[in-house]
């Protein structure tokens, strides 16, 4: 094996116009030689997620853009195959940003081992990952919810709203999803134990909300903004909390308007934006706690997995729309 292939980011898209294949570019590149304090890693899994669509925009940000011409920028989960590191071996598996790539020569930084006993590899980039640790965060340090109180999650079928919902269970709150579709529903309250989830995709989501939380809503864990995000804030309860870890409904830029805002006054709430990649010294914990879950058994995902760095580009515009349930992966190899 002499060459790889990777995607790199074409061009951006314009104002309000929606992610399409021809903004990506697959390349096939000769893999270098490592040098000393280097490792090859072969990627095994890359990871899909909504933040990207940001990073495509040239706009100020709390992150820099994705530069054009350059490997996409994403999670991976990848065995080393060769090393000159001392601290990685050959056969290691281990978890990175590497990037919309099948090979990827690194230092070394912001790359961690981990061990695939009893944790599937494709999971380090899910529930005991980025979004994992997304979810972990939001609700033990912005939502603290106590027992009996009402949590509702939207995007609650997805990688971070599953984990939320289950950690609130275990907490002992009555948690309430909002996603997309009857099936959807079905498994956040069958198959991840919710007590409800409202389908917004059925048209009643004010009404559907109302009834799903009779006692109104202590906690909101906010992915998708908008007339979802609307419909929460209208049922909140004094002193309300609100982790809010991302904004699906505007990532085209378009308007998402809120009428219901008012009621971060009147009811007090406490709304809090964050990035988990800021946290770093909550990530120990966390993953530890949710690695715990996974191997035992307590806590449940679900995977979407395109096969073939080719289908990364379809893949990440489904999840855009919603088209994926659970977390969105593209298998490598």
Not at 25 to 30: A, F, P, W
Not at 69 to 84: C, F, N, Q
Request: glycine share 12%; proline share 5%.
């Amino acid at each position: 094996m002499t060459t790889y292939q990777r995607i790199v980011l074409a061009s951006r898209p314009a104002s309000n116009e929606e992610v399409q294949p021809a903004h990506f570019r697959l390349e096939t590149k000769e893999i270098p030689a490592i040098q000393d304090g280097q490792l090859l890693v072969r990627n095994q899994y890359l990871s899909l997620d909504p933040y990207m669509r940001g990073r495509m925009s040239a706009n100020k940000s709390y992150a820099a853009p994705q530069a054009l011409d350059e490997t996409m920028i994403g999670g991976t989960v990848g065995m080393v195959l060769e090393s000159k590191h001392p601290k990685f071996a050959v056969g290691d598996t281990v978890v990175g940003t590497l990037g919309w790539t099948e090979v990827a020569v690194s230092d070394g930084t912001m790359l961690r081992k981990v061990d695939t006993t009893h944790i599937p590899a494709s999971a380090y980039l899910g529930s005991v990952g980025m979004p994992g640790m997304t979810a972990w965060y939001g609700l033990n340090q912005i939502m603290a919810p106590k027992a009996g109180e009402t949590v509702v999650v939207s995007a609650a079928s997805g990688a971070v709203g599953s984990v939320v919902g289950q950690l609130a269970k275990l907490k002992g709150c009555r948690v309430v999803g909002i996603a997309g579709g009857a099936d959807k529903c079905a498994y956040v309250v069958n198959e991840l134990g919710f007590d409800a989830c409202v389908d917004y995709k059925a048209g009643n989501l004010e009404a559907d909300l109302a009834a799903a939380t009779p006692d109104g809503i202590d906690a909101i864990f906010e992915n998708v903004g908008g007339a979802i995000f609307d419909a929460a804030l209208a049922r909140t309860n004094a002193f309300g909390r609100i982790a809010v870890c991302g904004w699906i409904a505007g990532y085209n830029g378009e308007p998402t308007p809120l009428d219901n805002a008012r009621l971060i006054l009147t009811n007090r709430l406490t709304v809090r934006g964050f990035i988990v990649s800021e946290q770093p010294e909550f990530w120990p914990q966390g993953l530890s706690e949710l690695g715990t879950l996974v191997a035992t058994g307590k806590l449940k995902f679900r995977e979407s997995v395109a096969d073939g760095l080719a289908s990364a580009p379809e893949a990440f515009i489904g999840l855009l729309k919603g088209r994926n349930f659970g977390k969105q992966l593209v298998k490598l190899s």
